[in-house]
């Protein structure tokens, strides 16, 4: 496995660029304009980029600018009639942040690049033969997006107002029937919204084995057979009968923070020690997990097949995977996102660095986040939340 691994590494480090070495890859990118799209909704995460995007104009003289995006998959159709048209070179989307079904919609379409993972240099802090680097959603990454962070379903609650929060789907529905209008979460397709629904599918489903594998319409009734019950059961006692919900996880947190709702949730273990940090939340919140354990996943960095300044992208990359930028990136006082790196992989200096790194003081350690559930393949989340809208809000595709 060792051998296959680093035979790999010396074939897509020789296809990289024609045999460039990385010195004249970062003479290359000297003075290019990388253009980083990714989600620009988190001061927080807005100010993180823009402290490695100076690092970048200062080390390797790589202009990178943050183009704030809401919706990933719009960009990706830019990049998809950039293609139609025959626009193969000068791309306006140099670095896409994503994951999931944005990576296997820009995979299948033939948006991405070629392989470049192996051949950066701070990826020998990578376990690439890790399934959690390996496969986007069950979909083999193939080199073609490198990772950028971890992330985990979590939720929270105040322990000054409840310090026995309910630990699994079904018992959400006697927590809200004794305590109507206090839980709720995100409106499908929201990012969150779709992650809550795709763990109660994994938490009431018989078939598991199936979500990993690609969607298969005759097996859909099966998979969500034990789902719509327990929902229909949980909305009436919900925030607002269950006729509305938060249109995000950040809307949801702030009910909470209010004191409006009992729980909230995030794809981030970190998030709530960093708002906990900055005041958004009183020092009595805490993180847990469900029992039997919460999704999650990796998210990547891509380069689209057209990128213009791809030399300026390999070292924006290689750049936010040094254990610097990831041990700052992994700080909830800054982000607070799960480092990619594995800490054995590191030299000593370098994995000091994470451990210097404060846990926080609502953050899980890892061992008391329990078990991780793989996502289900990308193909099933349209029809997921098609399926949730229909019979929740009216909404007919």
């Not at 026995?164 to 990012?191: C, H, I, M």
């Not at 970190?270 to 940090?277: E, G, H, K, P, V």
């Amino acid at each position: 496995m060792r051998f296959i691994a680093l035979l790999c590494t010396a074939l897509l480090t020789a296809s990289l660029s024609h045999a460039q070495s990385w010195s004249e890859i970062e003479a290359r990118a000297r003075g290019q304009v990388v253009y980083f799209n990714a989600w620009g909704g988190s001061p927080a995460i807005n100010a993180y980029i823009q402290t490695w995007a100076e690092a970048a104009k200062d080390r390797y003289g790589v202009e990178v600018r943050h183009v704030k995006v809401d919706d990933i998959a719009a960009v990706i159709t830019g990049i998809q009639t950039a293609k139609l048209a025959g626009r193969d070179a000068g791309g306006s989307v140099d670095v896409v942040w994503i994951n999931g079904e944005n990576f296997a919609r820009m995979k299948r379409e033939g948006l991405l690049g070629p392989a470049f993972v192996d051949a950066l240099p701070n990826a020998r802090g990578l376990d690439l033969m890790a399934d959690a680097n390996r496969f986007d959603f069950s979909i083999p990454t193939d080199g073609q997006e490198a990772p950028w962070g971890r992330a985990q379903l979590v939720f929270m609650s105040d322990h000054a107002r409840l310090a026995n929060p309910p630990l699994k789907l079904s018992d959400w529905v006697s927590y809200a029937q004794q305590n109507p209008g206090r839980v709720t979460y995100p409106e499908p397709p929201n990012f969150h919204g779709t992650t809550f629904l795709k763990q109660a599918v994994l938490e009431t489903t018989a078939y598991a084995d199936w979500l990993a594998e690609p969607y298969q319409a005759e097996r859909f009734d099966a998979v969500t057979e034990n789902l719509w019950p327990v929902l229909d059961a949980l909305h009436p006692f919900a925030w607002r009968q269950g006729l509305e919900f938060p249109d995000s996880a950040e809307a949801m947190m702030e009910l909470f923070a209010d004191g409006v709702l009992d729980i909230a949730l995030s794809f981030n273990p970190n998030d709530a020690s960093a708002r906990i940090l900055d005041g958004r939340f009183p020092d009595t919140v805490r993180t847990y997990v469900h029992s039997e354990g919460t999704i999650g996943n990796t998210h990547f960095l891509a380069i689209p097949f057209n990128a213009a300044s791809r030399e300026g992208a390999l070292v924006w990359i290689n750049l936010l995977l040094s254990s610097e930028a990831q041990a700052d990136k992994a700080d909830p006082r800054i982000w607070g996102d799960p480092t990619v790196l594995d800490l054995t992989r590191l030299d000593p200096s370098d994995s000091a660095r994470f451990e210097a790194v404060p846990l926080g003081p609502a953050t899980l350690s890892p061992e008391a986040l329990g078990r991780v559930l793989p996502e289900p393949h990308a193909s099933w989340t349209e029809p997921l939340e098609a399926a949730w809208r229909s019979r929740y809000l009216g909404v007919v595709r």
